[in-house]
């Protein structure tokens, strides 16, 4: 058994390049790029998509969900595609890609996950209507991408307490350990493992301060996706919940001029968006 912190432990298996590190599905950016393309006709989109029986099922699921009941029901992925328009069908292709990440065999974590993958979702979508909703627009696609990365250092510290718990056996990890490890540690992981990924520095700026007393120089992306973060652990759509969270009284929902109301329908927003973490 070792006599090196859990810490320490970590460290030495991220620098090593032992553990299961996550790796970026680089699918993810070369089917995105492929849905903006304007020249690519309708029907070529459509063929890629259903090349990948896991994401055509979800977009055809989506597209026939209780949202749209009132209309005729679609059974194509070209009709979904007309349906839900590019936007939502490459939001929801970056959802079903990345939640791959997200699968464990540890039965000791595969709650964690589940949440975790849950929060990731909220967070991402909640971070979008919320750019939309304060007419940040253009930022709107960034917001959602942001809220997608904000806890991937949860993710990283997962894997290699699953490749620690795997190499010994006999160590000691008592939840109450892996959570203070966690709290501590996911925020820097995550900022170093999106720069090792080489994605855009304000993705990184996000998962590496999140949870940090908030600065002046925050940006607009930034504060979104902290307001929304604080709200999911408000209402349970996290790892830990945190029911008592004051948002409306915070730093961040007063630079950004957020009212009640906008909170409370933000909260419907996230409770809508669990069906897409499913």
């Known amino acids: 058994m070792s006599d090196k912190s859990l810490a320490e432990l970590i460290d030495e298996a991220i620098a090593s390049g032992t553990a299961g590190l996550p790796v970026f599905p680089r699918a993810v950016t070369e089917l ?10 309708l029907d070529a989109i459509a063929k890629q998509i259903a090349m990948d029986a896991s994401l055509a099922s979800q977009i055809l699921r989506v597209a026939n969900s209780s949202f749209y009941a009132s209309l005729s029901k679609i059974n194509t992925v070209k009709d979904a595609i007309v349906r839900l328009g590019l936007p939502k069908i490459v939001q929801i292709a970056t959802l079903v890609m990345q ?3 997200f699968t464990t065999k540890d039965p000791a974590t595969t709650q964690f996950m589940t949440k975790l993958w849950q929060h990731s979702v909220a967070v991402a979508l909640g971070s979008e209507w919320l750019a939309k909703r304060l007419a940040f627009q253009a ?15 949860e993710l990283l510290l997962i894997r290699c307490l699953e490749d620690l718990r795997l190499k010994e056996p006999d160590l000691n990890l008592p939840d109450d ?12 992981k995550g900022a170093w493992l999106l720069r090792s990924w080489n994605l855009p520095e304000i993705y990184c700026k996000v998962a590496g301060s999140h949870h940090h007393a908030e600065c002046a120089d925050s940006g607009t992306v930034e504060l979104i996706v902290r307001v929304v973060d604080m709200v999911c652990y408000k ?8 029911p008592d969270l004051m948002v409306s009284s915070s ?9 009640e109301i906008t909170l409370a329908e933000l909260e419907i927003a996230l409770e809508d968006s669990l069906a897409l973490s499913a």
């Open 177 to 188: 350990l892996i959570q203070e490890v966690i709290s501590r540690q996911h925020e820097a």
């Open 139 to 153: 930022q709107a696609e960034e917001a959602f991408m942001a809220g997608l990365f904000h806890d991937i250092g």
């Open 32 to 41: 995105r790029l492929a849905l903006k393309d304007e020249n690519r006709s």
């Open 235 to 242: 209402l349970g759509i996290a790892p830990r919940a945190q």
């Open 251 to 259: 730093e961040e929902a007063a630079r950004l001029g957020l009212s």
């Open 99 to 101: 939640k791959g990440l």
